[in-house]
T-cell receptor, first 112, second 118 residues
Framework: DAKTTQPPSMDCAEGRAANLPCNHS???????VYWYRQIHSQGPQYIIH???NNETNEMASLIITEDRKSSTLILPHATLRDTAVYYC?????????????FGIGTKLQVIP | SAVISQKPSRDICQRGTSLTIQCQVD?????MFWYRQQPGQSLTLIAT?????????ESGFVIDKFPISRPNLTFSTLTVSNMSPEDSSIYLC???????????????FGEGSRLTVL
């Protein structure tokens, strides 16, 4: 898996967009970018993934730069329930065996 | 999406004892993964459990300490043997999504088993 770099913590005002950056400059051509989050005392939850196109689902949007060396997870309207540790992972592959290495992630605090 | 149940959800154990954690999935899956999350830390992969074969352990983890069983495509157990306080962690079971349309590669996790070793 490619190594990822994320800021250790971020704050976001409730109702505003939360933009969480991730650097993955060593990502290879067939590696996807996955985002998970872990709310306190719960198991990690899958959010979204992409290869090179931007992706959107009911939870978030994923913006991947053209060179694929970085990406941004966007929570369009953050709520208090979005307070969690967010993990960016570059590696594994969709459609196959998914061995995932977690980094330290970004601790997002949504502030009322 | 897969639903994963883990037992026990939490336990307090004495040093030197062993504890077996169960992971039940509501659908058949090929690969199951066991992770450890030490207090304040990220997740570390312990091993990959494939039905019908020996589990594959990551560096720093050995079968004698963390024996794993995978008797069928919906169930696995992880045993933490001869526990010490350093084994106090959350242990998580995970599977790759294998929905009928083909896998998307996303992982689903159980809620974890929080072990405290005294």
């Amino acid at each position: 898996d490619a190594k990822t770099t994320q800021p250790p913590s971020m704050d976001c005002a409730e109702g505003r967009a939360a933009n969480l950056p991730c650097n993955h400059s060593t990502i290879s051509g067939n590696e996807y970018v996955y985002w998970y989050r872990q709310i306190h005392s719960q198991g990690p939850q899958y959010i979204i993934h992409g290869l090179k196109n931007n992706e959107t689902n009911e939870m978030a949007s994923l913006i991947i730069t053209e060179d694929r060396k970085s990406s941004t997870l966007i929570l369009p309207h953050a709520t208090l329930r979005d307070t969690a540790v967010y993990y960016c992972i570059a590696g594994g592959k969709a459609g196959g065996y998914q061995k995932v290495t977690f980094g330290i992630g970004t601790k997002l605090q949504v502030i009322p | 999406s897969a639903v994963i149940s883990q037992k026990p959800s939490r336990d307090i154990c004495q040093r030197g004892t062993s504890l077996t954690i169960q992971c039940q999935v509501d659908s058949q899956v090929t690969m199951m993964f066991w992770y450890r999350q030490q207090p304040g830390q990220s997740l570390t992969l312990i091993a990959t459990a494939n039905q019908g074969s020996e589990a594959t352990y990551e560096s720093g983890f050995v079968i004698d300490k963390f024996p794993i069983s995978r008797p069928n495509l919906t169930f696995s157990t992880l045993t933490v043997s001869n526990m010490s306080p350093e084994d106090s962690s959350i242990y998580l079971c995970s599977v790759e999504d294998l929905s009928g349309q083909g896998t998307t590669g996303e992982l689903f996790f159980g809620e974890g088993s929080r072990l405290t070793v005294l």
